[in-house]
């Protein structure tokens, strides 16, 4: 099934210079640290040498990438649209016209029919991300504020894909055009909030480890180096953000780590006052903070897990809300995780998840702060997500909602906050493509004592009747839910017969924080054993067992790391983009990003037993057999700031030195030039780039000649 790799392919061996390291008493020999100097020209020379060879072994595969791009891009429309959502004065959306690979910014409009595609004469563009471009590629914007009074436009980019963003703000009411000031801050992270005057910008800084870990405030009209320090997060497992309320009255900074949070405040209206703080962190205890206005005076609204493993909503008095009088106002329900809760003048809306389905609820706040007359507000597709769309007003009674599937483009509506009927405001063009043609399944996989949610979406004309070959994704970390959203891509990939599923494993949050908790730390072997259990299950009742690919990205790299050396047998291919996988000598390194903030998620190895829980399953140090090893597509950027180069490539290096005749059927799609975690910015960068994956995942399952010769 699948083409031999070309003999004529050079894989560039990485030498091995091997160093032992020790601790606890446990002896590891690491034959390719070296890797990790991405300074030296060697090491550079090595990624180019290995991006060589992926290109020259993929290279009979790219009549199949032509073509699969071609039809994603078929499903793209020349031209897209947000809807429209209101501030005070003016409406705005994002739009991305013909050709280009991003959305630029709009304002002018108010609402928007079905043949309105293009800007009135009389709307402004207020942002191009393409204008930003320079000599790069790449482009990624972090922040994107418009001020209160509607006259100035706060917005962040990177040009690299490392994250250091720089700041700049515009003058959106200059005589010919949007212009920009003279400020400019050079480093920035993401995060950023207006005073009530429109006239001071809050903005986070990352340290040298990439850690948020400042808030800074900024003046209109001065120059940075006179900007102000308001907040410094001196402990290096917290990360800092900044925002401000709905309300507009409040600044909130909140600093966190995995499980324990704290929450300052500013008055937006005095922005050279001290951040006065909420309550102080305690261990464990996480809340978050909204501000609603009633009758009877300023209140906080807080979602915490105090005494609630779920989350409830707790109240207090915005002149002194600590602990001593927060006051119940929804108790914690053990079915459903409750998220966050957003405040409107005569309403609040929560999100939460029940069944492993992110949904909303609305209810009346009264003049004394409590709440009534709850109305759910669900997803009308099946498995598909609901989530709050842009709502920028404060005082009203509907809001916009954004609905979608796997299968089912975004579509947004009104909705009416005291009944909760819905008016329909637009649909996310996708052309060539019809639903009905899929279909989306949910099934329920025992594992370890639990029932994994699995998402299975397929084409109507192929049947889980155990033929079809299948690809599956996984994640499994930080709490984190991959709810449904609708990809152009995956339908191409549909068509070719494949099944798609996602299996919801622990470690994420499918099943709320009972999920995280228990594929955390000591029990991460669950997220692990839950996903090869899913595979099993497919193969059992579903798919072709033998033609099961599966794939995860970063954290879920680590996933696909872990379960290539476990159940090796399982798996025809094995995609692991940016993967974590030298996770002992990675959380031993305080100076690699983000390392001490993930010891509350991984665990720290400088402790005995927390080292024993990374060292069962850290998928460099425990490879698979060499005589059993599906083939593996591995990916990694060199401006990552998120997972380092050097793991993909100190990985693949050991795979290859302990297999040396399995070593052609191993890839790694090195990307030295301008790149993020995620891969290239742009739609139809991203368009060529799933084109990639696709193909190679097609040559696993067979499919890739038939592909090709339609």
Known sequence: MVRSPDPAASIREAARREIVRELHGDRRVDGYAWLCDTDSPEVVAHLAAERSFYESSTA??????????????????????????????????????????????????????????????????????????????????????????EQLLAYSFDTTGNEVYVLRFRDLEAADSPTD??????????????????????????????????????????????????????????????????????????TANRDTSEVWLIDAHSPDQSARCVQPREKGVEYSCEHARTASGDRLLIVTNLWAQEFQMMSAPLEDPGHHNWEQLLPEDPAERLYDVTAFAGHVVTTLRRDAVLRARSYRLSGDGHLSDPVDILPSYPYGTLALAHNELFDTDEVQIVEQSWIHPKSWYAV???????????????????????????????????????????????????????????????????????????????????????????????????????????????????????ADHLAESAVDGSRIVTRGLSAGGLLQGAVFSQAPQRWVGVIAEVPFVDVITTMLDRSIPLTASEWDEWGDPRKPEEYAWMRSYSPYDNLPSAAVRPDLLVTGTLHDARVMVWEPAK?????????????????????????AHVGP??????????????AWALERCGLAKSTMCE
């Open 416 to 534: 009416d906050l005291n009944s909760g009927t819905r008016r329909h405001l637009w649909d996310q063009a996708a052309p060539s493509y019809h639903p009905q043609r899929y279909v989306t399944e949910r099934h329920w996989v025992p594992s370890a004592g639990a029932e994994i949610p699995v998402t299975v979406v397929r084409s109507v004309d192929t049947p889980l009747d155990g033929r079809a070959p299948c690809l599956l994704y996984g994640y499994g970390a930080y709490e984190a839910c991959f709810d449904p959203e609708f990809d152009p891509t995956l339908s191409v990939l549909l068509d070719e017969g494949v099944v798609w599923a996602h299996a919801g494993i622990r470690g994420g949050g499918e099943g709320g924080r009972r999920w995280w908790l228990n594929g955390r730390l000591g029990a991460k072997q669950n997220t692990f054993t839950d996903h090869v259990a899913v």
């Open 181 to 254: 000031l003279a400020d400019v801050i050079e480093r920035s992270y993401y995060g950023g909030a207006w005073s009530a005057d429109s006239a001071t910008y809050f903005y986070t800084v990352h340290d040298d480890a990439y850690r948020p870990y400042q808030v800074w405030r900024h003046r209109l009209g001065t120059p940075a180096a006179d900007d102000v320090l308001v907040f410094t997060e001196a402990d290096e497992q917290y990360e800092v953000d900044v925002r401000g309320t709905r309300s507009g009255d409040l600044i909130v900074l909140r």
């Open 681 to 694: 910015s742009g739609r139809y960068a991203h368009l060529r780039y799933e084109a990639e994956i696709y």
């Open 651 to 675: 990985w693949v290096a050991e795979l290859r030195s302990t297999a040396p005749g399995w070593s052609p059927h191993c890839l790694f799609r090195a990307e030295i030039g301008e790149g």
């Open 60 to 149: 009979h595969l790219l009549p199949l990438v032509d073509a699969l791009t071609g039809r994603m891009r078929s499903r793209v429309a020349d031209t897209d649209s947000s809807v429209s959502y209101r501030r005070a004065r003016f409406s705005y959306y994002n739009l991305t016209p013909t050709g280009s690979e991003y959305p630029q910014l709009w304002r002018g409009r108010d609402g928007l029919a079905d043949e309105e595609l293009e800007p009135a004469d009389t709307d402004t563009l207020l942002l191009d991300p393409q204008s930003l471009l320079g000599n790069s590629t790449y482009v990624e914007i972090g922040a994107c504020e418009v001020s209160p009074d």
